[in-house]
């Protein structure tokens, strides 16, 4: 069973340095989204692909964060000049978005965490 | 998407049944209840969803109000590693809708030897 994998699962980095995690969903899913989960908070949206286009920002993803998904398959998030603030559980998803049907489920990944010191 | 409310714990005997409530008063008609959980350092992991009839799996059973201001997600015999974080979750699905899933806090749900 191919789910959705990310790397790393865990990153160190000191403040000011900048990051950049990898997200491989399950294979033939077109969407892929991205969320961040601090300590005791439910995960909070951040962006999704439609294929390879970048189709909505939350505005939690403020101007060092940025996201690609080149071929439509993996993709990446990077974060430059990390800040303290930036300390969190970032969660990756999937999903298989059909035109025929309304339906579409989500799939997460294992998370990278992220300790910015 | 239609705001949540849930227990923030809950406690279960191993071998009982666990039955989680959410409340989601504002639905509307095309909204789907979705569930998930989180067990403790792992990514959520999807269990189930319905629209307005009741829905069973393998994993667990959802039963929707005929109202649809409520749920009841049903773990029929719990084991100690369904100990985790549930998250009810309300949204539109499909016809270019909100996509993202919107998680509250959730229940903690410790499942006692």
């Known amino acids: 069973d191919t789910g959705v994998s990310q790397d790393p699962r865990h990153k160190i980095t000191k403040r000011g340095q900048n990051v950049t995690f990898r997200c491989d969903p399950i294979?033939?899913?077109?969407?892929l989204y991205w969320y961040r989960q601090t300590l005791g908070q439910g995960p909070e949206f951040l962006t999704y692909f439609q294929n390879e286009a970048q189709l909505e920002k939350s505005r939690l993803l403020s101007d060092r964060f940025s996201a690609e998904r080149p071929k439509g398959s993996f993709s990446t998030l990077e974060i430059q000049r990390t800040e303290q603030g930036d300390s969190a559980m970032y969660l990756c998803?999937?999903?298989?978005?059909?035109?025929?049907?309304?339906?579409?489920?989500?799939?997460f990944g294992p998370g990278t965490r992220l300790l910015v010191l | 998407d239609a705001k949540t409310t849930q227990p923030p714990s809950m406690d279960c005997a191993e071998g009982r049944a666990a039955n989680l409530p959410c409340n989601h008063s504002t639905i509307s008609g095309n909204e789907y209840v979705y569930w998930y959980r989180q067990i403790h350092s792992q990514g959520p992991q999807y269990i189930i969803h319905g629209l307005k009839n009741n829905e069973t799996n393998e994993m667990a059973s959802l039963i929707i109000t005929e109202d649809r201001k409520s749920s009841t997600l049903i773990l029929p015999h719990a084991t100690l590693r369904d100990t985790a974080v549930y998250y009810c979750i309300v949204r539109v699905v499909g016809g270019g809708s909100n996509y993202k899933l919107t998680f509250g806090k959730g229940t903690l749900l410790t499942v006692n030897p």
């Open positions: 998803a999937s999903s298989l978005a059909r035109a025929s049907g309304p339906q579409e489920t989500q799939y």
């Open positions: 294979s033939e899913h077109n969407r």
